[in-house]
């Protein structure tokens, strides 16, 4: 059973930059790809960015084209997503993703379509 560690976030004031990190626990990542998502209070969760693991390409939403960076490491078995010019509505509960079988790209923004998860981390961005 894969399951994912992760780690960052916080408490930053809008503007400031947060970088969370999402490795296996002690063994290779074995997905197709790693999708970040979020989730505010009250909201549902929402995708965030994701990355193919083998190829590397990524996926974004687009109200965070710029401002976020999904990346892997392949020797640390970790996947990163820097967060700069963070915004108040960026604020909430950050959750990793395993995706294990190949989907198309729609299915990558589908946290449904995730077969296990890392245990969340909190980010509070202050206007």
């Known amino acids: 059973q894969e399951q994912l560690v992760q780690s960052g976030g916080g408490l930053v004031q809008a503007g400031g930059s947060l970088r969370l990190s999402c490795a296996t626990s002690?063994?290779?990542?074995?997905?197709?790809?790693v999708g970040w998502f979020r989730q505010a209070p009250g909201k549902e969760r929402e995708f965030v960015a994701a990355?193919?693991?083998?190829?590397?390409?990524?996926h974004y939403l687009d109200s965070i084209k710029g401002r976020f960076t999904i990346t892997r490491d392949n020797t640390k078995n970790t996947v990163f997503l820097q967060m700069n010019s963070l915004k108040p509505e960026d604020t909430g509960i950050y959750y990793c993703?395993?995706?294990?079988?190949?989907?198309?790209?729609?299915?990558?923004?589908?946290?449904?379509?995730?077969?296990?998860w890392g245990q969340g981390t909190q980010v509070t961005v202050s206007s």
């Open positions: 993703g395993g995706l294990r079988t190949p989907a198309p790209d729609f299915g990558l923004k589908m946290s449904a379509a995730y077969d296990y």
């Open positions: 002690g063994r290779p990542f074995s997905a197709y790809a």
């Open positions: 990355v193919t693991w083998k190829d590397g390409n990524t």
